[in-house]
């Protein structure tokens, strides 16, 4: 007799921890085929406004985390999913050699973006010589809070859009793929298990249509990444409602998931600080 | 302390050639406006200077036709002739200073001494400054060979009409965009006056149009589907507006908005410098500065000491004709600006807050306020959260430096902040934890075409200046 197996109840991940969406509601899963996988939670605004907290708390203690401890946590992160490659893989459902390879390609992104943590400033800073005497440096430094819809995939999409806005020391809140939430949420496994502090990285499942202008009209939300949006009306709303406390955009996009990010992904959510002191004796 | 007398010594305002009246420049010509057209008037008299023409909705889109023919060829120099062009403007604006500053302190009522020491050589300097990219952009870090964008639709404000043109026109110009630029309706005239330059430098009709009016003109230039790169330097209320019409049509943006930045003073500060940044700070260009510190936090031990000081020194400010060399504090740019400031002043006083002004003669005629510090501000006061734009200092007390850096960040914005300490790492401490695109350690205000410049949170986004500063302009 074969044995039935122990399912996972799929939740949200909010400050570190896994809680239903406190609307008690939920939403179907399927295969591509349409088989049931399971039922998601599906956040509500309430729910939104709980990562925006978690993500907001969990800032300064991250931003102000140094640059290499940043990058070991990417680096974690990897080893963490190297461990799961074969979960992940029969997860992401899309057929064992595409889904091995979509994993490799995963691990190896958060590899790069965690070398990156350290170098960033170098690249992106610069040392002004400015026509006086005055010492004059800028540097590079994280926008605060980005609230990130994620692409539909949603585990290499995913972490090529998480990873560059965290490494840099920003904090977010992301709405998974509403059609493909599971790996996003078995993902925050990892996440939970990496030394991520809680409340750097909350997921959130459900309505992208529902969730989304919540956090872009947010007032404690600094940056808004639109590239999972695919509704072109959705992603209109959304690019004017972040309008009202000016936050950075990062409009909706088709993004070849492995092709060489650049550096844009990260510069978007920085800003740029520059110190003047006066030379003298 | 008792006031010396000094005798008056104006500059001359003859070296000002100025018209009757002033059309727009589009293609390489001055054309008449359709719109109807308005007078710009001295802020220190009330005297009409010219009148110039409203650009309506199609004279701007004439403006960024010529701006689009023009794009192919501009683009397609090579960076070395576009660099020598810009250097050709550099040029004349050091020819043509004293007329450039004379002419914008008729216009906008800053001080002469301002707009001949700083305004004025900051222009030139940024035009040399990005002339020498127009040739090295594929060293810059974004790419081998980084493309413009197109045409650039710019708005700018009234409190350094010239310097903010050139904060906009010289980087676009230098990665090969062209531009259609709306000065601010108070202060047309160097704008105007720079159009001659481009006919002097010779610069191919097109690249370089500018449109007058008011926000009207403005929104038409933003609005525009041919405009491919939107630049904005004003209030956050319009950037906001600005940042909403552009959604989602794909243009970029850059805004440049406004602060309410603190200056703080820790007790082991030089007092004397201190006081003279926080002069400079706040009292620098009438307080009509984005970046002003126009909040005071004063550590409380040192608060009676300092405030005496400054207080003496408000005693010595001179304020009167911006022609006059000896001058400090010119006149308020125009008649509604100096209504906000009187208003949020006034407000000021009702809210509990105790006003101080140094005995100080206003001129009869003219847009004037004098020198004014409120203290026993409270955070939650008018006074101490919006942007009053305007020489009006807001004292508020700290005891602890995290306390310092608590209320510094008490504010949608984040442009500037000022520290004055003596001690090296309390200064690295406090820069890294202030939320402000520019740290001043132990000075105030200065500026530099190397460096770049622009907010955190809702004082906008994108930096001017510096390498930084041509990501603003660059397809990358």
Not at chain 1, 143 to 156: F, H, K, Q
Not at chain 1, 175 to 191: D, G, H, K, Y
Not at chain 2, 402 to 429: C, D, F, M, Q
């Amino acid at each position: 007799m074969s044995r039935l197996s122990v399912r996972k109840t799929y939740k949200l991940f909010i400050g570190g921890k896994f809680p239903r969406s406190e609307s008690g509601r939920s939403y179907t899963v399927t295969s591509p085929k349409g088989d049931f996988l399971a039922n998601a939670s599906r956040a509500s605004r309430k729910d939104a406004r709980d990562a925006v907290t978690a993500a907001r708390k969990a800032f300064p203690g991250w931003s102000g985390a140094t640059a290499y401890n940043r990058g070991q946590i990417l680096y974690r992160i990897a080893e963490m999913l190297e461990g799961r490659r074969g979960q992940f893989a029969e997860e992401l459902g899309t057929g064992k050699k595409a889904a091995l390879e979509a994993v490799d390609a995963t691990i190896d992104r958060l590899v790069w973006y965690a070398g990156w943590s350290d170098k960033i400033a170098s690249v992106h800073g610069t040392a002004n010589p400015v026509a006086g005497p005055y010492f004059n440096l800028s540097s590079p430094e994280p926008t605060g809070v980005v609230a990130v819809v994620a692409p539909a995939d949603p585990l290499l999409g995913l972490i090529s859009v998480v990873a560059p806005v965290i490494v840099t020391g920003n904090t977010c809140v992301v709405v998974a793929a509403e059609r493909t939430p599971l790996p996003s949420i078995t993902l925050a496994e990892v996440l939970a298990t990496s030394d991520l502090p809680g409340g750097v990285v909350n997921i959130l499942t459900g309505h992208q249509a529902e969730l989304a202008p919540w956090l872009a009209a947010h007032m404690d939300v600094n940056g808004l990444d639109l590239t999972g949006v695919a509704d072109a009306d959705l992603a209109l709303r959304c690019e004017q409602e972040a309008a009202v406390n000016l936050k950075r955009v990062l409009p909706a996009s088709t993004d070849d998931w492995a092709a060489d990010p650049g550096l844009k992904r990260m510069t978007r959510f920085l800003e740029t600080k520059t110190v003047w002191h006066p030379l003298g004796v | 302390m008792a006031m010396f007398e000094y005798a008056p010594a104006p500059e001359s305002r003859d070296i000002v050639d100025l018209k009757p009246s002033y059309g727009l420049f589009i293609n390489g010509e001055f054309v008449d406006g359709s719109g109807p057209s308005f007078k710009t008037v001295n802020p220190a008299t009330e005297e009409t200077l010219a009148e110039v023409a409203t650009a309506s909705s199609d004279d701007v889109d004439r403006a960024v036709q010529a701006a689009r023919k023009a794009f192919d060829g501009w683009s397609g120099l090579p960076g070395a002739e576009r660099a020598k062009y810009l250097f050709r403007v550099a040029r004349i604006i050091q020819e043509r200073a004293r007329e450039l500053a004379v002419l914008e302190s008729l216009d906008n009522g800053k001080p002469i001494r301002e707009s001949r020491d700083v305004d004025v050589p900051l222009v030139a300097a940024h035009f040399f400054y990005y002339a020498g990219w127009a040739d090295k952009l594929g060293y810059a870090g974004f790419g081998a060979d980084p493309r413009p964008l197109g045409v650039a639709g710019q708005v700018i404000p009234w409190n350094f009409p010239l310097l903010m043109l050139a904060w906009k026109i010289a980087p676009a110009l230098a990665c090969g965009n062209t531009v259609v630029l709306k000065p601010a309706e108070t202060t047309p005239l160097t704008a105007l006056l720079f159009a001659e330059i481009c006919r002097q430098a010779e610069l191919p009709p097109g690249v370089v149009n500018i449109v007058t009016g008011a926000g009207e003109t403005g929104a038409a230039v933003v609005a525009h589907p041919d405009v491919n790169k939107v630049a904005f330097t004003g209030s956050t209320e319009v950037g906001r507006v600005i940042a909403r019409t552009v959604a989602g049509t794909g243009k970029k943006l850059t805004l440049e908005l406004g602060g309410k930045a603190a200056n703080i003073v820790f007790e082991d500060a030089a007092l004397d410098q201190a006081v003279e940044g926080i002069v400079n700070g706040i009292f620098f260009n009438q307080g009509h500065v984005c970046c002003a510190g126009s909040r005071l936090l004063v550590q409380e031990s040192i608060q009676d000491e300092l405030l005496s000081a400054l207080k003496r020194r408000l005693g010595t400010l001179r304020l009167g004709d911006p022609l006059d060399k000896n001058t400090d504090i010119g006149a308020i740019n125009s008649a509604e600006q100096l209504a906000k400031i009187r208003q949020l002043s006034d407000l000021g006083e009702s809210e509990g807050a105790e006003r101080w002004s140094p005995a100080c003669e206003l001129p009869d005629r003219g847009y004037w306020f004098p020198p004014t510090i409120f203290t026993g501000v409270a955070q939650s006061h008018r006074i101490a959260r919006e942007e009053i734009f305007g020489p009006v200092l807001s004292v508020l007390t700290f005891r602890t430096p995290a306390e310092a850096v608590e209320k510094a960040n008490n504010t949608p914005y984040g442009l500037s902040a000022g520290i004055w300490t003596e001690k090296g790492s309390r200064i690295l401490w406090m820069a890294d934890q202030l939320r402000a695109g520019v740290i001043w350690a132990n000075t105030f205000n200065r500026f530099d075409p190397a460096s770049p410049f622009g907010g955190y949170k809702e004082s906008g986004y994108g930096r001017e200046g510096g390498l930084l500063g041509l990501e603003a302009y660059l397809d990358v």
